[in-house]
């Protein structure tokens, strides 16, 4: 098992930055991937940003590249999402999900809310 923790949302103007974070912890040895996920109200849960836990190499959906960046501190066991230029289409509830290189197990943790103002 892997437990995860988010922290850093909340309230910001159009334009604006917040860094999230995200901490695991248990079974982390047998992490593979981190990623960040988010939820607007009314919609389906969406990925991000992706980050490989060896090596480093990174995904983002289209419509974050060029203003979000993900990031990964292996001796911390914490992956951020580094968010510039929010927009109100930014606004949701952000999950960070570790994928495990055992089986097929995916962890969540609780979510933190962004929200971008116009």
């Known amino acids: 098992q892997v437990q995860l923790v988010e922290s850093g949302g909340g309230l910001v103007q159009a334009g604006g930055s917040l860094r999230l974070s995200c901490a695991a912890s248990?079974?982390?040895?047998?992490?593979?991937?981190m990623a960040w996920f988010r939820q607007a109200p009314g919609k389906e849960r969406e990925f991000v940003a992706q980050?490989?836990?060896?090596?480093?190499?990174?995904y983002y959906t289209d419509a974050v590249k060029g203003r979000f960046t993900i990031s990964r501190d292996n001796t911390k066991n914490t992956v951020s999402l580094q968010m510039n230029s929010l927009e109100p289409e930014d606004t949701a509830v952000y999950y960070c999900?570790?994928?495990?290189?055992?089986?097929?197990?995916?962890?969540w943790g609780q979510g933190t809310q962004v929200t971008v103002s116009s």
């Open positions: 980050i490989r836990w060896s090596g480093g190499s990174t």
């Open positions: 248990g079974r982390t040895l047998f992490i593979a991937t």
């Open positions: 999900a570790a994928d495990s290189s055992v089986g097929s197990s995916r962890y």
